[in-house]
């Protein structure tokens, strides 16, 4: 089985040999099985708290094979609003729950939710069910080691 341990910088020239198309869930899974469009089995061993991007290229142990990860279409629940500021003050409380959220100046998206929808419908704000590609921001520690002194 091909284990596929480091990420590599994006090369327009490069041959990829697997794709893998995962779900946000999926792409924060560091150490982990799963299966190629290409019907390969295949694990990932990747530094703990690694989350995948779309269009990531990962290089397995060998250094022979590369893998291009596609964020996967998922059912997520969009949010759009008519001014700005509506937005950011849903964004504000959606955080407040530590929700993955993928946050762009026209809108949010997030998992689907009953209970976060009813909020977001009680902002007046308009909503729509869809199955698209969801890329949640990334945590905003993600890259920094914090020491205690």
Request: hydrophobic content about 35%.
């Amino acid at each position: 089985m091909l284990t596929f341990n480091q990420i590599q910088q994006s090369n327009s020239e490069a041959v990829i040999n697997f794709t893998l198309s995962l779900s946000a869930e999926e792409r924060t899974r560091s150490r982990h099985r799963f299966a190629t469009e290409e019907g390969e089995i295949v694990c990932l061993r990747l530094p703990r708290g690694t989350v995948l991007q779309d269009s990531d290229i990962l290089l397995d142990e060998t250094k022979n094979y590369l893998a291009k990860i596609i964020a996967k279409p998922e059912e997520v629940i969009t949010v759009y609003a008519d001014r700005n500021i509506d937005l950011i003050k849903a964004a504000y409380h959606l955080g407040n729950r530590h929700v993955p959220l993928e946050i762009t100046t026209n809108y949010l998206r997030l998992s689907p939710d009953p209970v976060l929808r009813k909020m977001l419908e009680s902002f007046n704000l308009k909503i729509k069910k869809e199955t698209v590609p969801f890329q949640p921001q990334k945590g905003a520690y993600e890259h920094q080691v914090w020491h205690a002194h």
